[in-house]
Every structure is written in structure tokens, then in C-alpha cells.
């Protein structure tokens, strides 16, 4: 296969600039090796605005007094957390979607730069006048620390079955802040 632009990568850097050569009427291949929308739609800034928005009903529930009503609620955390997979679920889709109306070929796998420039991916060579490479961010952990029950990084934090009683977070990033 042979493309204007190989773009490594379908997080917020990688898409739009995939649908970007597009929309100039290059011939674009994305290449992901997971989910499209990268940390911030997956397991970043999304899921935590979902989650803040959850936390913040839950305090207008808990301070309905304050404004002369009775009311009450518990935090049901199964339903929180589909009504955070809804929404990631759904901007997912949008991205799916740009990219597939401006024909951009999205190409699942693990990629490496090969000469010529060319990407290899998964054993596929893909010729192309251009890389961008998006590849995006991973949590890192402090020396000596392995995630484990008690230690988890933001990832995991999205996913724990329940909700804690307690946490320290260690990192004052957008992700780590939200």
C-alpha cells in the first residue's frame, strides 16, 4: 500500500491530523494500535469529565437542603461508570466516523518506521511521502513502584470496582488533578 501521509497514532494529535491531509486531498493511513481517540477519549480527559459530572450531581443531591429541598440519593457506581462508557462509546464513534467520511484507511496494529520513509505494521510495509508520529502518553509509575491492589495508575483508576474510601494521587496533570 502506498500513501501522502502515514499518521502513527488516532489520539488527539493523530486524528486531526489525519483528517486534516485528507481534507487537502492526500491519501491518509492511520495506524492504531488501540482505541481510536487516544488517552483523552478513552482512559484521560472524557471518562474524568463523566466522572466529575457524576460527582457533582451527587453534591447537589447531598446539599438539596441548602436549597429547600428534600431529597436524597447513593452513588449507584455500575451506572456510573456505563454512563461513562456511554459517552466515550459515543465521541469514539464520531472520530470513527470523520475519519471514514474523509476515506481515511484506519489500520489496526503495532507500527515501526521502516526506511524509504515507509511504517511497517504488524509485518506489512506501507510506503509513504510522510509520518506523522501521535503516539500519544502512557501513566508512569515512581521508581520501584508496580502497580498492584493498593497501587493503581490512572487507568486502572477508571475501572476499579468500586468506589474508594480513601486515595492519594500522586501527579498534578490534567488527568491526575481531575
Same mark, same amino acid.
Given at each position: 500500500?502506498?500513501?501522502?501521509?502515514?499518521?502513527?497514532?488516532?489520539?488527539?494529535?493523530?486524528?486531526? *491530523?489525519?483528517?486534516?491531509?485528507?481534507?487537502?486531498?492526500?491519501?491518509? +493511513?492511520?495506524?492504531?494500535?488501540?482505541? =481510536? #481517540?487516544? @488517552?483523552?477519549?478513552?482512559? #484521560?480527559?472524557?471518562?474524568? $469529565?463523566? =466522572?466529575?459530572?457524576? *460527582?457533582?450531581?451527587?453534591?447537589?443531591? /447531598?446539599?438539596?437542603?441548602?436549597?429547600?429541598? /428534600? *431529597? $436524597?440519593?447513593?452513588?449507584?457506581?455500575?451506572?456510573?461508570? +456505563?454512563?461513562?462508557?456511554?459517552?466515550?462509546?459515543?465521541?469514539? /464513534?464520531?472520530? @470513527?466516523?470523520?475519519? $471514514?467520511?474523509?476515506?481515511?484507511? !484506519?489500520?489496526?496494529? %503495532?507500527? +515501526?518506521?521502516?526506511?524509504?520513509?515507509?511504517?511497517? !505494521?504488524?509485518?506489512? %510495509?506501507?510506503?509513504? @511521502?510522510?509520518? &506523522?508520529?501521535?503516539?500519544?502518553?502512557?501513566?508512569?509509575?515512581?521508581?520501584?513502584?508496580?502497580?498492584?491492589?493498593?497501587? &493503581? @495508575? /490512572?487507568?486502572?483508576?477508571?475501572?476499579?470496582?468500586?468506589?474508594? +474510601?480513601?486515595?492519594?494521587?500522586?501527579?498534578?496533570? *490534567?488527568?491526575?488533578?481531575?
Amino acid at each position: 500500500m502506498d500513501v501522502d501521509v502515514a499518521v502513527l497514532g488516532g489520539g488527539p494529535g493523530g486524528y486531526p *491530523a489525519a483528517i486534516r491531509a485528507a481534507q487537502l486531498g492526500l491519501s491518509v +493511513a492511520l495506524i492504531e494500535q488501540g482505541n =481510536l #481517540g487516544g @488517552t483523552c477519549l478513552n482512559v #484521560g480527559c472524557i471518562p474524568t $469529565k463523566a =466522572l466529575l459530572q457524576s *460527582a457533582a450531581v451527587m453534591d447537589s443531591v /447531598s446539599r438539596t437542603d441548602e436549597f429547600g429541598i /428534600s *431529597a $436524597k440519593g447513593e452513588p449507584d457506581w455500575p451506572a456510573v461508570r +456505563a454512563f461513562e462508557d456511554r459517552i466515550v462509546d459515543k465521541l469514539v /464513534s464520531g472520530v @470513527t466516523g470523520l475519519l $471514514k467520511a474523509r476515506k481515511v484507511d !484506519v489500520i489496526r496494529g %503495532t507500527a +515501526a518506521i521502516g526506511p524509504g520513509p515507509s511504517v511497517v !505494521v504488524d509485518g506489512r %510495509t506501507i510506503a509513504a @511521502t510522510d509520518v &506523522v508520529i501521535a503516539t500519544g502518553s502512557r501513566p508512569k509509575l515512581l521508581p520501584g513502584v508496580e502497580v498492584s491492589e493498593h497501587v &493503581v @495508575t /490512572s487507568d486502572q483508576a477508571l475501572w476499579y470496582p468500586s468506589i474508594p +474510601a480513601s486515595a492519594i494521587v500522586i501527579g498534578a496533570g *490534567a488527568v491526575g488533578l481531575e
